[in-house]
């Protein structure tokens, strides 16, 4: 009788069927259903190699990910990176390539912005984001041309909560913005989520320039890199405005996708 009712007990909590191992302390449910979620979305599986799909070893991943001692036991230190502000494209690897290494092959990629935020002039929006291409369009042979109608390669534009691609925004923190690698449809597209506070660096916020040009990395066909001075690393950090520029880790990035920009004066 006493059997019967601890096993009922221990079916009780159905979401928390695959403990995470959890190096020292007590967590609450809900911080296990958070890190359980947070490993599931940012290190999917790779459904060649079944092992990654356990827990554990998605945890390994992030450990990996983030250069931290290789465990696969949950600690407070990796809960802490998980409630950062952050993209919302996985860290798919440790390198800062798309694992398809995808990129534009025409040398004039076009944009257009969609939609913008209430948080910032229209006018801030458009030379933030010209401002964040051009970070990346003088290391490489490639120019940006915005349109103002029409289908852009890369479509950019704030939204809340669901907007008709399959992620979600999550309302305010958690997930910034997201953006998809270089190709048709969605393809390029960056979206930046309208429950943040968006800034333009002189006002409390998210800084609007950074985070532009994270995504618009991603537009180009980077992914995320684990090297924290990198402007591809996934997490949002306060850096100096003045002092903002690609790291030499994304210049390398996005120079073997594309190749340098030569000194010619073309373009
Ligand atoms: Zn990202
Ligand atoms: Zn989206």
């Known amino acids: 009788m006493q059997l019967a009712v601890l096993c009922a007990v221990c079916l009780l909590p159905g979401g928390l069927a695959l403990p995470l191992p959890w190096e020292a302390g007590g967590m609450s449910e809900q911080q296990w259903e958070q890190a359980q979620g947070y490993l599931k979305r940012f290190y999917p599986s790779d459904p060649e190699t079944r092992d990654a799909n356990s827990l554990a070893a998605k945890l390994k991943q992030m450990q990996k990910f983030f250069r931290l001692p290789i465990t696969g036991m949950l600690n407070s230190h990796m809960i802490e990176i998980m409630l950062k502000p952050r993209c919302g494209v996985p860290d798919v690897a440790e390198y800062s390539l798309f694992p398809r290494h995808t990129k534009w ?13 209430r948080d910032l002039p229209r006018m801030t929006v458009n030379q933030l984001v010209a401002k964040a291409f051009r970070m990346w369009s003088k290391e490489i042979p490639l120019s940006f041309k915005r349109v103002g109608w029409g289908t852009a390669d890369i479509m950019i534009g704030f939204a809340r909560g669901a907007h008709g691609d399959p992620y979600p925004f999550d309302g305010p923190g958690n997930i910034l ?31 609007f320039l950074f985070a532009a040009t994270h995504e618009l990395g991603h537009s180009l066909g980077l992914g ?20 903002f520029q690609l790291s030499q880790d994304d210049i390398n990035g996005i120079q073997e996708l594309y190749g340098k920009r030569s000194n010619t004066g073309e373009d």
């Open 224 to 243: 995320h890199s684990s090297d924290p001075n990198a402007v591809m690393y996934p997490t949002y950090t306060k850096r100096d405005p003045e002092s």
């Open 105 to 117: 092959n025409s040398r004039v990629v076009t944009y257009r912005i969609m939609s913008y935020t």
């Open 177 to 207: 913005a997201h953006a998809f690698e270089p190709g048709p449809d969605l393809g390029g597209d960056a979206h930046f989520d309208e429950d943040e506070r968006w800034s333009d660096g002189h006002s409390l916020g998210i800084n």
